[in-house]
């Protein structure tokens, strides 16, 4: 959902005006945007057309500033914190067009996400898989009465070669996998988990998660990775470009990634300034190079813990991080 955005200054007749006077007095822009006006509200405006009603959610995934979006001229939340996503349910969207209006004083940094699901479904979908080949996936399920689960995994070819049949609907499913290879930095393997939520042989909600079998423990000497030592060399990464600031493509940051690895040598990145991107994740996970991401929310640990680069969280705050997430240090 990144395409088709107007920009403009902000007022309150945004919401009310005709839809002439934006495409007029706009700018007509791509995500992700740089911020243009720095000491004024802008307003960042999307026209989205509903054939029906479901359940949707928009997720903003970095924006600078603090921001608040409307839809339809209803305010459904404010966000202010640079490093997480701004996740919204659009709760009053109407059949045909709406006008969603996000006010910030910066700008959108990062992608913006648009999910449809029945009104049944699934969040907070957490991937645990170790080194002994058993993955169990937990999720929270909203109004699932009579519904089904089911999942299938699939391999970096697109086979599937393990499924978990239909079933009545549980907080949780595991599978194991004998034959599966673990995931390490010589030969990062990655699978893909496909989870349904089924209701009379209707699909309500699908999740697709790649993930891998690995396992992590700091010892007294050192950190092991599946029970081997691994000697860390690593760099902190602050993703700041010329111009650009952090409003860069996804193309870029997968390049940083195999920069960082292929060209500086380093097996692992600190990010100490910044919270990674799910692009730069998505690489690192592909190419083996462990991440020690700085979080200060819990938030934040359950948009990201089901990436294996994460080989540990760096924990600002009192966060319980081994409740959300007890597979890492």
Request: charged share 25%; net charge negative; aromatic share 10%.
């Amino acid at each position: 959902m990144n395409n088709n955005w107007y920009y403009t200054k902000y007022h309150q007749g945004l919401s009310t005006c005709s839809k002439e006077d934006i495409l007029h007095n706009s700018k007509q822009i791509r995500l992700p945007h740089i911020q243009e006006e720095n000491d004024q509200e802008t307003a960042y405006i999307y026209f989205l057309d509903m054939k029906t009603i479901k359940h949707t959610t928009i997720s903003f995934k970095g924006i600078r500033g603090k921001a608040e979006l409307f839809c339809n001229g209803l305010s459904l939340g404010t966000h202010n914190n640079p490093y997480t996503s701004f996740d919204v349910e659009l709760n009053n969207l109407i059949v045909g067009e709406n006008r969603l209006i996000l006010k910030v004083k910066g700008c959108i940094y990062r992608s913006v996400e648009l999910k449809t699901t029945e009104q049944s479904y699934l969040k907070d979908v957490f991937v645990n898989s170790d080194m002994n080949r058993i993955v169990t996936v937990e999720y929270t399920g909203i109004h699932t009465e009579g519904c089904q689960v089911a999942a299938e995994v699939a391999d970096e070819n697109g086979i599937y070669i393990a499924s978990f049949p239909v079933e009545d609907y549980r907080d949780h499913i595991s599978l194991q996998m004998l034959d599966a290879l673990l995931w390490d930095q010589a030969h990062p393997h990655l699978y893909t988990l496909h989870l349904y939520l089924l209701k009379e042989g209707h699909l309500c909600d699908e999740h697709r998660i790649r993930f891998g079998f690995r396992s992590i423990e700091i010892r007294n000497t050192g950190v092991y990775l599946n029970s081997k030592k691994v000697r860390i060399r690593g760099v902190n990464r602050k993703p700041y470009y010329p111009l650009l600031n952090e409003s860069v493509p996804k193309r870029t940051e997968r390049t940083e990634a195999d920069i960082i690895k292929r060209e500086i040598g380093c097996n692992s990145v600190i990010t100490a300034d910044s919270i990674p991107s799910q692009d730069f994740l998505d690489r690192c996970d592909e190419i083996g190079l462990l991440v020690l991401p700085t979080v200060s929310d819990e938030e934040t640990i359950i948009q990201y813990r089901n990436h294996p680069s994460i080989y540990m969280w760096n924990i600002e705050g009192s966060i319980n991080a081994h409740q959300l997430d007890p597979t890492r240090p």
